[in-house]
């Protein structure tokens, strides 16, 4: 039984500043079958508000309840943990980090900076974790499919050295992490194993949705995907589609032949 559904964005919904071919379609058939879709993203160079509007110019009216990002989940834990916020992110999510508690330490947060990951950038936030601080990893993706076409580094890579720096491991607040997926899936609600994610990354969406416990994931081949990702980690994917359209096809027959 099929009772919601988990939608990356980047590589899925939309790529770079273009909607992948039949993608607002496809959010429209599943909206017309009754089924709620949250959007899961660990997308941390843009903020909540330049997403969604990102969206509504792709023909794909998103509400902010619909939305999932790991900087939201960051500023969540950082209030219930009273800490304040050392940022190594990129300049235009600053703005998600405000009116933050400063009264029982601080925690580094590390999201994908870009250009800002420079030595100075990475020592000062391997100063502050020596000195006591959390190390929040907003999402620990090793690549990213960039502007040009090719795979960049993302933030996974910088994550891990300030780890083996500091001999601090990161709490991870995006994809991976069970609790992302979850508390996604508690706004509906939906028991996880009645959840379907569609994610074009094998690790963090698709590994990671099965190891929380959602009943299936599906793998597309738009986006970062590259020959091979689905036998590359396990849980391997509940099957390899060629993009959103097939995905929500595999998803509709599945609902249909459960009735």
């Given at each position: 039984m099929t009772s919601a559904v988990l939608l990356d964005l980047a590589g899925v919904i939309y790529d770079g500043e273009k909607a992948v071919p039949g993608a607002a379609e496809a959010v429209?058939?599943?909206?017309?079958?009754?089924?709620?879709?949250?959007?899961?993203?660990?997308?941390?160079?843009?903020?909540?508000?330049?997403?969604?509007a990102r969206l509504?110019?792709?023909?794909?009216?998103?509400?902010?309840?619909?939305l999932f990002t790991p900087?939201?989940?960051?500023?969540?834990?950082?209030r219930a943990h009273s800490r304040g916020a050392h940022l190594l992110?990129?300049?235009?999510?600053?703005s998600e980090f405000q009116d933050l508690?400063?009264?029982?330490g601080m925690a580094v947060v590390v999201g994908d900076a870009g250009d800002a990951f420079d030595y100075r950038s990475l020592n000062a936030a391997f100063r502050k974790l020596t000195d006591g601080a959390e190390l929040l990893a907003l999402a620990p993706n090793r690549a990213f499919k960039d502007a040009d076409g090719g795979l960049s580094l993302d933030a996974g890579p910088f994550i891990a050295a300030l780890e083996f720096a500091s001999q601090r491991q990161a709490i991870v607040l995006g994809k991976p992490a069970p609790g992302f997926f979850r508390a996604a899936l508690a706004t509906i609600p939906c028991p996880a194993a009645e959840a379907v994610m569609v994610g074009d990354d094998a690790e963090t969406d698709v590994a990671g949705a099965l190891s929380a416990g959602l009943g299936h994931a599906l793998l597309v081949r738009t986006g970062k995907y590259r020959e091979g990702d689905e036998a590359r980690f396990a849980p391997a994917p509940s099957a390899t589609v060629d993009d959103i359209s097939a995905a929500v096809d595999w998803i509709l027959a599945r609902r249909r032949g459960s009735e």
């Open positions: 429209a058939r599943l909206r017309a079958a009754g089924l709620p879709i949250r959007f899961v993203s660990n997308t941390t160079r843009s903020s909540k508000p330049t997403i969604l509504a110019r792709l023909g794909l009216p998103v509400t902010s309840n619909e900087a939201e989940a960051a500023c969540d834990w950082l992110v990129h300049p235009d999510l600053v508690p400063t009264d029982s």
